[in-house]
């Protein structure tokens, strides 16, 4: 073995790889079963414990309980395929699972993940499939199946000397019904906690195999069993089609629906002599390969009817009826999604009252939360996957602004804009408005997050704003607000021009917002000097601790004792509102509080008190921003002085913002525009 070779091989886990392919007798497995009676669990009970795994987080959100599922933030492939913001539509989900686990009905029906296109209908289905294929590689989430052996002898088989069970089947199905409830009760097979119910019988193959060596055997079970039947580790896995089956409907004039249920092997025929012998026959329909585990139904609702009956057989009565054969169990998750516009041919086709009496419908929207939008485009547009090209602040942050409030409805009453109704859904505190105000909106909303703007409409463009030549190694909110825009013009699902207007104008309302946004930045980053500010927040507490003990103030140039500044102290307190008539009261409330951090032996700084901070930091701008000359931001002619100053305000951009070099030139260049205009936020 060469030395690359032996390398590569000692990065294997032997003992993992015999766990996972482990063999034995049906009386080994028996010993299993009575160990851990959860190998013998249904699909649903199994999916439901899969995702629960991964453990569970409660919170509280508008006073209302929540339950959060980490599973969906894909811990298995890093987060890769994680679901951001629809919390409440993936805990339906998982109550139906736990409801379907515990046999209270939903087993007997069809998942159907409803909603809008790119709501991550998809991904929820993909993470599900993805899921229980990671979860039965582990001890927890082992199950197991069978083949039969030593078949040569018997001519069961052909030429072959094992026969794999071809849908997999739970080994328990081979003690024969009539007395399988009773064998596993005296064998003490399970717990109080976990309760052994194998569901159904055999399929057509394995049934005639058991048949024909219980013949041979004379009825001796025992000896069938020991001599014939070996038990195996069943991994389930998408791309082996074992446990996991997709199925997507083709054209609609060639859709057959052995493509579910399996179909006869001609090559087989000439060998058993019949298309009626269940050896000639593949059992590899999607129902069939996904037994013991998952069936993803890609767009459900463009299927043919025809193959309604078999969906409706699988779904009430956990049965398909394959070609030729009688009808056969199966047990599996069945899941579909579809989008708007099939569900509601749905609902107006009479023809379909039976599929939609065996759905449960789940609507999966659009995120409604700016903070949950932004961290769909981070996982595509982070730091660490656009290496080389710089993202500035606020760019994706604007983009999803937009994207939300393109799927908000207007608010009926409060008075409040989009944009106001945004911030409340996103946690913001707006000033007379709480939390029984934000579920008050909710509550009147009808079918809010199922119209509007969908995430990938957004990707794209921030993918064109990133190729696109001339952008000089970055994008900022102006270059994707622009894509967005121009991109609504050729917007293949808009085809209302009411919609399309408002959605442009919408544009307007978030370039505005950011206007506000760098307007702060810019002004905190040039008022970040914390000695000037900490001598400013000084120089007020002298005064205002002279005003309210009716004392002077030495002034520290000359030396007498002064009169208290109220000039200044109106200056700093005017920038965060504090009328006249509160003055007092607010200078009060000031030394309270650095009295009462004095007892508590903590010592008073500037940013101590937040309202204070931010006053001092509005006052310091206001004294700095002539000094710096702001419009010089736009000149070609810049004195040494100004530059300084101006690099200095840059690199704090860079520093504690975000910025690159490049987006902080333009930045401040921007903001200038604005403040010449004398549009300068009080």
Not at 225 to 243: F, M, P, T
Request: proline share 3%.
């Amino acid at each position: 073995m060469g030395d690359m070779v032996a390398r590569i091989a000692a990065l294997q886990d032997y003992d993992r790889y015999r766990d996972l392919h482990w063999e034995g007798s049906f009386e080994d497995y028996l010993g299993i079963v009575r160990t851990s009676p959860r190998v013998t669990r249904n699909a649903y009970q199994r999916l439901y414990d899969m995702v629960v795994s991964y453990g569970e987080e409660e919170y509280i959100d508008n006073k209302k309980r929540l339950v959060r599922y980490p599973f969906f933030k894909d811990p298995i492939d890093g987060g890769k395929d994680a679901i951001f913001g629809l919390d409440i539509p993936l805990m339906r989900l998982v109550h139906v699972l736990r409801a379907a686990a515990q046999g209270y009905g939903p087993e007997k029906r069809i998942i159907l993940l409803h909603g809008p296109v790119g709501s991550s209908k998809s991904t929820i289905a993909r993470l599900l499939k993805k899921g229980i294929e990671a979860y039965s590689k582990t001890p927890e989430g082992a199950l197991y199946s069978y083949e039969w052996t030593n078949l040569a002898e018997t001519g069961l088989a052909g030429e072959d000397d094992v026969f794999p069970c071809p849908m997999h089947d739970e080994p328990l199905r081979l003690i024969p019904l009539e007395w399988r409830e009773k064998a596993i009760r005296e064998l003490r097979l399970g717990s109080d906690a976990q309760r052994v119910r194998v569901r159904g019988d055999l399929n057509p193959a394995c049934r005639f195999i058991f048949k024909e060596l219980m013949e041979r055997y004379d009825g001796d079970w025992s000896r069938v069993v020991a001599n014939h039947v070996k038990v195996k580790r069943l991994l389930l896995s998408e791309q082996d089609r074992i446990g996991i089956g997709t199925f997507q409907p083709k054209d609609e004039k060639n859709q057959d629906s052995t493509e579910l249920t399996g179909d006869i092997n001609y090559r087989k025929i000439a060998e058993y002599g019949a298309d009626s012998d269940p050896r000639a026959f593949n059992f590899d329909g999607e129902f069939n390969v996904a037994n013991r585990g998952i069936i993803e139904f890609v767009e459900v609702l463009k299927l043919d009817v025809a193959f309604l009956y078999d969906l409706l057989g699988a779904t009430q009565e956990q049965k398909v009826k394959p070609k030729k054969f009688a009808q056969t169990d199966i047990d599996e998750v069945i899941i579909g999604h579809t989008n708007e516009a099939e569900y509601k041919k749905l609902l107006n086709n009479e023809f379909m009252e039976a599929l939609r009496d065996r759905t449960i419908k789940i609507d999966i929207p659009y995120i409604t939360k700016m903070s949950e939008e932004i961290k769909i485009y981070q996982k595509d547009f982070g730091a660490e996957k656009l290496k080389g090209k710089h993202v500035a602040p606020h760019t994706l942050e604007v983009a999803a602004m937009w994207a939300v409030m393109s799927r908000l409805e207007e608010p009926k009453k409060h008075q409040l804009s989009l944009l106001q109704k945004a911030k409340l859904y996103d946690g913001k505190i707006l000033p007379g408005y709480t939390q029984d105000n934000v579920k008050e909106l909710r509550k009147e909303t009808k079918r809010e997050g199922l119209d509007g703007i969908s995430p990938r409409f957004i990707q794209d463009k921030i993918s064109n704003a990133l190729v696109r030549e001339g952008n000089e190694g970055y994008i900022n909110p102006f270059m994707v607000l622009n894509e967005l825009e121009k991109g609504l013009q050729h917007h293949s699902l808009i085809s209302a021009e009411d919609d399309r207007k408002q959605y442009s104008e919408l544009i307007g309302v978030v370039k505005g917002e950011y206007d506000e946004i760098v307007k702060n930045e810019v002004q905190r980053a040039i008022s970040a000097d914390e000695e000037a500010i900490a001598r400013l927040c000084a120089n007020y507490i002298d005064n205002i601790r002279a005003y309210l003990m009716k004392q002077k103030v030495k002034n520290k140039y000359t030396g007498k004792d002064d009169e208290p500044d109220e000039r200044l102290m109106r200056s700093i307190e005017e920038k965060i509102d504090i009328p006249d008539a509160r003055k007092d009261d607010f200078r009060r409330e000031i030394l309270n509080f650095i009295g009462h951090l004095a007892l508590e032996g903590k010592t008073f700084t500037y940013d101590t008190n937040d309202r204070l901070r931010r006053a001092l930091e509005m006052k310091l701008f206001e004294d700095q921003k002539d000094s710096i000359k702001l419009s010089s931001f736009v000149s070609n002619v810049i004195d040494k002085e100004t530059q300084d100053k101006i690099d200095v305000i840059k690199s704090r951009l860079i520093k504690y913002y975000g910025y690159n070099e490049a987006s902080a030139t333009d930045v401040l260049a921007y903001v200038a525009s604005i403040f010449a205009r004398g549009d300068v936020k009080s």
